[in-house]
């Protein structure tokens, strides 16, 4: 029995498929309103169908740009939505460029909600101006608290001198429901897999080039598996039209699908700014290759990558060299490979235990924790094992 809880409103920017089943589990905690705008097609978001959950209520809004396309964005209707429903709490993503992340601040002053940020944070920022640093200020003061990524997000902020009171942490991560366990892999997979959106910046013309070398130089049979799509499929998918090895599934979200696929596979490899990618390889019993720019990674998920112990973290100024040299250390090191599995696979467990949804709740609503009848209902690796036993 479910008692009667808050309602909180999520916003988000878009409503991407691996958002939405964070924050289905989250309204078996609380009833949960989802604001977004649509994605655009080409973005490889993928189409998110709508919830079908009588405690999940979802509302369109467009983003308009007056200002163009990095300031100044508005998600048309939110401020008409928090009138009319005066939720309990408000959730919003930390983009301070949209200025409907201001407006949602200060309505939520006006109304007495209290608003949580959920974002980056500062991590992507070597050093702050003093415009920056007032702005970082303003909004900390506005918000009830700062939900961080993951705990190098708060100590971004710690780093730039911010006070430590007003952040809290929910590491970022997705339970797969289909996770390789490392005891399923054989010791004689030869493949590389690769999953993430087919974009500016992910470096897998690079990635080629290392197994290319790899299988020219070394004579190592290696293989390249690609999930994903996106704006840049169709200069991978020329990329790939003279190479045999290099198999593209295109865009899956299919969890299962791409479990099979992992299973031809021993290591995961991002070779450009990496996110969320990095757990889902970790999730599949692969150790995660990528580099150790950390600031520029589009997420701060690569932080999650003990390097050395379940993944390697390659030099970002000589990419060509040392990528290279990683791949081919696992490739032709199977005792490693395999303790590495081991770890990157533990690291996995550490992250969805417990999961984002119940992280969130804990934070939204301390009183309440996580709730013993809505813990057993979060997915749990052990339910996850049974799935993919029963798969096989």
């Known amino acids: 029995m479910i008692a009667r809880m808050k309602r909180v409103c999520i916003i988000q920017p878009i409503l991407t498929n691996y ?67 005066k939720p309990d709490v408000i959730m919003i993503f930390g983009n301070p460029r949209y200025l409907t992340f201001w407006t949602t601040l200060l309505w939520g002053k006006l109304l007495r909600i209290p608003v949580y940020v959920h974002g980056h944070g500062l991590y992507k920022k070597r050093r702050i101006s003093g415009l920056y640093r007032l702005m970082t200020k303003v909004f900390l003061k506005l918000a009830a608290s700062y939900i961080c990524y993951a705990p190098i997000v708060r100590q971004s902020f710690l780093d ?70 996106g704006e840049k499929a169709g200069l991978i998918q020329n990329e790939a039209r003279e190479r045999p090895w290099i198999v593209l599934h295109g865009e899956l979200f ?38 150790d720019d950390l600031p520029s990674h589009q997420g701060p998920e690569p932080s999650f990558i003990r390097d050395g112990v379940s993944g390697l973290l390659f030099d970002h100024r000589t990419p ?12 032709t090191d199977p005792s490693r490979l395999a303790t590495m599995r081991q770890a990157a ?42 799935k993919s036993a029963s798969s096989r």
């Open 320 to 331: 060509e060299e040392s990528l290279y040299t990683a791949i081919k250390s696992l490739a």
């Open 160 to 229: 730039h001198g911010f006070p430590g009171r007003k952040l809290s942490v929910a590491h970022n991560s997705h339970t797969n429901h289909f996770p390789v366990w490392p005891q399923e892999k054989t010791g004689h997979e030869k493949g590389v897999l690769f999953i993430g959106r087919l974009r500016e910046g992910n470096q897998l013309p690079l990635l080629m080039r290392s197994l290319e070398r790899i299988r020219r130089v070394d004579g190592l049979p290696l293989t390249l598996h690609v999930v994903g799509n």
């Open 254 to 291: 299919d969890q299962e699908r791409i479990r099979d696929v992992s299973l031809d596979c021993f290591l995961g490899c991002y070779p450009g700014n990496a996110g969320l990618s990095v757990e889902h390889l970790m999730s599949l019993s692969l150790p995660v290759i990528t580099h």
């Open 19 to 85: 958002c939405l089943p964070v924050f289905t589990e989250m309204s078996l905690f609380c009833p949960v309103d989802l604001v977004f705008s649509p994605a655009p097609s080409e973005t490889g978001f993928g189409g998110v169908p709508p919830p079908e959950n009588d405690r999940l209520r979802y509302f369109v809004v467009p983003t308009l740009k007056p200002f163009g396309e990095r300031l100044g964005m508005v998600q048309w209707g939110i401020g008409k939505y928090l009138r009319r429903e």
């Open 345 to 386: 696979f533990e690291d996995y467990q550490s992250l969805v235990n417990p999961p984002l949804a119940a992280r969130f709740w804990s934070i939204l609503d301390p009183r309440h924790g996580s709730p013993q009848g809505e813990a057993a209902a979060s997915p749990s690796l052990e339910s996850s094992r049974a």
